[in-house]
């Protein structure tokens, strides 16, 4: 189902209800709970203080993308909050967040139950932040993991997927969710993350399931085929 405002994708995963949402995010209402996967955090410092780099970025990601994620839990209301790994870019960078931001983030683990999973940047989490990171989550008969093994039933990132779909008389490029009823990959969060082109990602997979493409664009979502995905 989606929504007439295009606000959202509904999908079931194990019979649970999983709302796709245009801004990345999935909301799940068994459990209240916001998954929100690859942010990044301080990924445009850690780029900007590589010396190969010749275009510093502007130093407000971090900010922005917490701005982004209040607005996000003030509207769904979630008890649970699930970061599926990639939350920080690298732990090098994590460390030098501004005091302010630190106690913001660290303010999630406070305000709401939170299940931090590690990801292929941050397999180990700052030294100031009190949580604990997991390998995976399972609950519901849902695995919550970084990469996707393409078990039923998982939800899982990483990938930074995006698509291109032909319109009318363009044609237009966004992030995008993969899904079926066994997996859903989830889009990146952050805002430096760039994306694996949706056809490039299915190349390199020998697996013969449908899947449906939630596609993001100027804050709607899309429930698009594989056929009408270009790139």
């Known amino acids: 189902m989606v929504s007439k405002l295009y606000e959202i ?5 194990n019979g649970i209800q ?3 949402h245009y801004s990345g995010i999935i909301y799940i209402p068994k459990i209240n709970a916001v998954v929100i ?22 130093p407000f990601d971090t900010i ?12 769904f209301e979630p008890k649970k909050i699930i970061f599926l790994g990639d939350t920080f870019h ?9 005091e ?16 931090w999973i590690k990801g292929n940047h941050d397999l180990d989490k700052p030294s100031w932040l009190n949580v604990i990171p997991l390998d995976e989550h399972d609950e519901m008969g849902i695995k919550f993991r970084h990469i996707t093994k393409f078990e039923k039933y998982e939800i899982s990132g990483h990938y930074h997927l995006k698509a291109k779909v032909k319109t009318k008389d363009k044609s237009i490029v966004g992030k995008c969710f993969l899904y079926n009823n066994k997996i859903i990959i989830m889009p990146s969060f952050g805002v430096f993350t760039g994306g694996l082109y949706l ?12 899947f449906g493409v939630g ?10 085929n594989l056929k009408a995905v270009i790139k």
């Open 37 to 58: 996967s690859d942010i990044h955090f301080e990924k445009s410092s850690a780029v900007s203080s590589l010396q190969s780099s010749s275009i510093p970025l502007p």
């Open 90 to 98: 690298n732990l090098a960078s994590a460390e030098i967040i501004s």
């Open 9 to 13: 994708i509904e999908i079931k995963l």
């Open 199 to 210: 056809t490039e990602f299915l190349k390199s997979l020998s697996i013969s399931d449908h």
């Open 18 to 20: 999983c709302l796709l």
């Open 100 to 115: 302010k931001n630190q106690n913001l983030i660290q303010d999630f683990s406070n305000s709401y139950f939170c299940i």
């Open 64 to 75: 922005d993308i917490l701005i982004k994620i209040k607005k996000l839990l003030e509207y």
């Open 215 to 224: 596609f993001i664009y100027k804050n709607k979502i899309y429930n698009y």
